[in-house]
């Protein structure tokens, strides 16, 4: 005994299967990223090497680089990396970087920025003579406030602010 359906009501039942069906992957879609961003806050961000690019009375510039860890299953992009670098306790300055950095799923990746200062500006605030700068660089505390965004498929999600601490000669000298 067949069932006789109006061509209205065929409408209907194809139109609500759909929507059935498009909610329900949908709501798994949804999941399954929730999962990964959650993943995403299990990463590891060590420093890797500091690089003098130029050291003179007038300007310090140095690449800094960090080693990012990505411990979920999805590739993500750093659109935005902003870094409050402090000597002593005292600002020194804010150093920003919009060039994206792609880190692979499941993988560590190497993540720069350049900070450039002018040496007076340390030495005029107080936070250490110039003679103390070159010999005892290991009273020289350097604290980095970092401030990353990532792009993960469609989504920008602001990470958690990371604060790295150190003395100036355990940044450049020790492994």
Not at 51 to 73: A, G, H, P, Q
Not at 86 to 114: D, H, M
Request: net charge positive; no cysteine; aromatic share 12%.
């Amino acid at each position: 005994m067949a069932v006789k359906v109006s061509k209205k009501t065929g409408k209907i039942i194809v139109w609500s299967t759909a929507i059935i069906t498009a909610g329900i992957v949908g709501y798994f879609a949804y999941k399954w990223v929730a999962k990964q961003l959650i993943k995403m806050e299990d990463y590891e961000l060590d420093f890797e090497k500091l690089v003098l690019k130029k050291f003179d009375k007038n300007e310090i510039v140095m690449d800094v680089f960090m080693k990012f860890t990505n411990r979920s299953n999805l590739a993500v992009t750093l659109t935005e990396q902003e870094y409050d670098i402090y000597a002593n306790g005292v600002y020194l300055t804010t150093v920003v970087n919009k060039a994206p950095n792609t880190i692979q799923a499941n993988s560590t990746s190497s993540v720069g920025a350049r900070i450039s200062f002018n040496p007076a500006v340390i030495i005029s605030k107080g936070i250490l003579n110039p003679l103390e700068l070159f010999t005892t660089p290991k009273k020289l505390k350097i604290k980095t406030v970092m401030k990353y965004k990532i792009k993960v498929l469609a989504f920008s999600v602001p990470i958690p602010e990371i604060v790295y601490e150190d003395t100036l000669y355990n940044i450049m000298f020790v492994d």
